[in-house]
């Protein structure tokens, strides 16, 4: 039986290629290419094989990526090269890589080619890119779940314990396993699963157990998702907890 998020990526695919931002919403290069090692992983080869053509065709000459604002973006980019390197796409990805390269200043990448600004979220820029960055004692954001952006990038840089002592502080945000997008509130249901689903992702890989956050999903999402994130990371957390289970 197709998971229930697969199969809403499934029946959301954009007729250029890639996957809708939202149902009836444009193709989004960013969660194309973060959704393709999801994929690989539930054995959806020919998916994942043609969402990575899709970027290649779509990616600048330059090598970065555009968010939905058409901009090019350096987290976008590092989502479109985590998808690519696990491909054979290896032109491409080796574009990215280039782009973002340009794009790190002090172990810190500039949000856009403008360098006008950077966030503490491009910290899963630096996981994926494999740069040490000088962690903040407190992650300057209020949106959970870009904070648990940051945190993806802090775990894959080797700094456990760091994202453990985060993840205490967020029990006290979450309600029977669900949490709201915002520390405030915030965005409502459109946002607030995905938190709920990156958090349980990274509970789980810090030997924290889920906290009842794929049991809080399920409830939220009985009805559909809200957009393709939201579902890139339900399926992440099903097969974490699947994992766990067998």
């Known amino acids: ?73 350096s987290f976008d980019t590092a989502a479109c090269l985590e998808g690519l390197s696990m491909t054979y796409l290896t032109q491409p990805a080796g574009r990215a890589r280039e782009w973002l390269s340009r794009m790190h200043e002090g172990g810190v990448f500039w949000t856009t080619p403008e360098r006008d600004e950077h966030n503490d979220y491009t910290i899963r820029v630096n996981g994926i890119m494999g740069i040490p960055r000088q962690l903040p004692e407190k992650i300057a954001d209020n949106r959970v779940h870009y904070i648990a952006y940051a945190l993806e990038g802090a775990l894959e840089l080797g700094e456990r314990e760091y994202v453990q002592e985060k993840l205490e502080w967020m029990r006290s945000y979450m309600n029977n396993g669900y949490t709201r997008y915002e520390i405030r509130d915030g965005y409502g249901w459109g946002f607030d699963p995905c938190a709920t689903a990156q958090l349980g992702i990274l509970y789980i890989r810090c030997g924290m157990g889920d906290q009842g956050t794929l049991a809080a999903l399920e409830r939220a999402t009985a009805n559909g998702y809200p957009n393709a994130w939201t579902a890139k990371y339900h399926l992440d957390l099903l097969g974490m907890v699947e994992r766990a289970v067998l």
């Open 1 to 73: 039986m197709t998971p229930r998020p697969l199969e809403w990526i499934k029946n959301n695919l954009h007729p250029q290629g890639g996957v809708r931002a939202w149902a009836g919403g444009p193709a989004y290069p960013e969660v194309t290419g973060y959704l393709i090692p999801t994929l690989l992983r539930y054995d959806e080869i020919g998916m994942a094989i043609g969402f990575a053509d899709w970027l290649g065709k779509v990616q600048n000459k330059d090598g970065s990526f555009n968010g939905l604002d058409g901009k090019p973006r």
